[in-house]
């Protein structure tokens, strides 16, 4: 099969691998209808020291080929969307709604098995994939808003869901990339009142007011702080989704959330210390949560507004490379040329 690997910052390669094969008893084979490139891979492709050999992509829709013996809630044929971290679905804290901690888990990508490729191997397969009622890979309009499922759309109604955001509240979202416009609609869906968007790309936040946003403030740092006090009457907003990842991004966060008020990060942090004291959170008892989104929680609910219509994230994409050309969207990504890219095998 073709997979992809990244040997080092921007050097990102196609190469033949050997096709997956049944390990556990539990495992699943998937052969890729759809996949794409995530905002976080670019963290690797900035960062990642030369030398290395790892398997990248993490978001997956694809056809259930082969299964384990102990396997018994999917079978051969079935459309499957994958999330980004496999998991049993039993285990104390996926009880608790939190997949992502899986005693039996862990993630898809970078040093484990990559999904930006033709075939898949799906540990824990019965807790890990959810089957798509009456939808075929030939349900070509229905992909792009599924595969949004196996993290992006469900990252960002993570941050709504970790921030509380419910009817009447105000919503800063931090960050124009597929997370963040994915954050916009939930708070959208929660009932959030105003929804401030900030975000410097027009053709992005173009989206983002179509999904929900009341404003958009393209300053940053003190500026965008200014701006979005101004627009909540000095107060600042109730929730503050933070879906970048980045020290700046997180210092805006606690100057526009208000007092008592909460701040939720799904960005993925690149940085190892944030401020928590008197002058940032303690002082104004500000809420920090967040975290790594346990996207197979939300699945079976999120996939029905999507066969129903209700929502429709699949426009987060805005490019489409075979798997052959993923390179080349990895470029167009970190160039900013595109959202977010869809990788057909």
């Known amino acids: ?6 040997h080092g910052a921007g050097d990102v390669r196609v190469e033949t691998a050997p096709d997956p094969v049944i390990i556990e008893p539990t495992d699943a084979i998937v052969r890729t209808v759809v996949s794409c490139i995530c905002g976080s891979d670019l963290h690797p492709y900035h960062s990642l020291p030369a030398g290395r050999h790892a398997a990248m992509g993490h978001e997956l829709v694809g056809v259930v080929e082969d299964t384990g013996a102990d396997v018994r809630t999917v079978k051969r044929g079935d459309l499957v ?10 285990c104390s804290f996926c009880r608790d ?7 039996h888990g862990g993630f898809f990508g970078p040093g484990v098995s990559g999904l930006q490729a033709q075939l898949a191997r799906v540990p824990q397969a019965d807790g890990t994939l959810v089957a798509v009622p009456g939808v075929t890979e030939r349900d070509t309009e229905l992909l792009p808003s599924l595969l949004t499922l196996s993290d992006v759309y469900l990252t960002g109604y993570h941050a709504a869901h970790m ?7 105000t919503v800063t979202v931090i960050g124009d990339g597929a997370v963040g416009l994915s954050a916009v609609l939930a708070a959208k869906r929660l009932g959030a009142e105003q929804i401030i968007l900030m975000g410097r790309h027009t053709s992005r936040t173009d989206l983002g007011v179509e999904w929900g946003a009341t404003s958009v403030v393209a300053e940053r740092g003190e500026e965008g702080i200014a701006r979005v006090l101004e627009l909540t009457g000095g107060e600042g907003t109730h929730v503050v989704l933070e879906a970048v990842g980045h020290m700046p991004a997180y210092e805006q966060s606690y100057g526009v959330v208000r007092p008592g008020g909460v701040i939720s990060r799904v960005g993925v942090p690149q ?3 944030a401020p928590v004291g008197f002058a940032s959170l303690f002082g104004r008892n500000i809420t920090l949560t967040g975290g790594p989104a346990p996207v197979r929680a939300y699945l079976e609910p999120a996939i029905q507004q999507v066969l129903n219509g209700e929502i429709d994230p699949g426009k987060v994409f805005d490019r489409t490379v075979t798997i052959d050309d993923v390179p080349a969207g990895y470029a167009a990504m970190d160039a900013r040329e595109a959202l977010k890219v869809l990788v057909t095998p």
């Open 271 to 273: 940085y190892a210390d």
């Open 163 to 169: 921030g509380r955001v419910e009817p009447g509240k």
């Open 97 to 103: 709604g939190f997949h992502t901690a899986c005693k």
């Open 81 to 90: 969307v994958v999330p980004f971290a496999f998991s049993d679905n039993t």
């Open 1 to 6: 099969m073709k997979a992809t690997f990244m």
